[in-house]
């Protein structure tokens, strides 16, 4: 994707992410998210700080004692707090705004808005269609960027074989699905595997057993 394709897809995710949002009820606002121990809301108020600048995001690494996993899940937390319709119209208003944290590439918005646009609607059962460029060039970036997913690690002794696009990676058994399904699955979210096929995820099943 080149870099105004990128952003429209951005665009177009914030604002339908937004629409799906603003329609949700009390109940699914406090509904758990694929994102382990996080609510819808607090997965929502995550997007809506994808602007704050570093001045105000040193700090917060400053108060979890330097752990990254504590200050995003902290500053999610925190900003969850306010009303539904703040954190809306917080995500719409990015809308056209190519800003984001200096410490990382352009490819991140992209990817935060497709894996947590994912990780809000699955679990209450909402189809929202990833599309398949935009999912392979955020997959390429977790698979080649190691921290904080660790993919290739995880993944390793399989191959990831898209059915909608001509993304690939890896090598082994492969495991098939769709693109955006993929990227769920190298960015941690093992909740999609059965959604997958193909002799790779008996691979990654018998992994975490192995593990347990």
């Not at 994912?118 to 209450?124: F, S």
């Amino acid at each position: 994707m080149d870099s105004d394709e990128l952003w429209a897809t951005v665009d177009a995710q914030r604002t339908s992410l937004a629409d799906l949002l603003a329609g949700l009820t009390p109940e699914e606002w406090a509904t758990p998210s694929w994102c382990a121990g996080w609510r819808v809301r607090d997965v929502a108020a995550h997007l809506a700080l994808a602007q704050v600048p570093l001045a105000v995001t040193l700090p917060a690494f400053l108060r979890a004692r330097g752990s990254f996993d504590r200050m995003v899940h902290d500053t999610a937390v925190a900003r969850a707090a306010a009303p539904p319709e703040e954190l809306v119209d917080a995500i719409r208003a990015m809308v056209g705004s190519r800003r984001h944290v200096a410490v990382v590439t352009e490819v991140e918005p992209l990817l935060d808005v497709l894996v947590h646009g994912q990780d809000i609607a699955r679990p209450l059962g909402r189809e929202r269609p990833v599309p398949p460029v935009a999912a392979a060039a955020a997959a390429t970036r977790v698979w080649r960027m190691g921290w904080p997913f660790w993919a290739r690690r995880r993944l390793r002794g399989t191959s990831l074989v898209a059915s909608d696009s001509d993304w690939r990676v890896g090598s082994g058994p492969p495991v098939c699905g769709t693109t955006g399904d993929l990227l769920l699955l190298v960015t941690g979210r093992r909740q999609v595997l059965p959604q997958l096929s193909g002799p790779g995820v008996a691979v990654l099943a018998g992994s975490r057993a192995a593990r347990a």
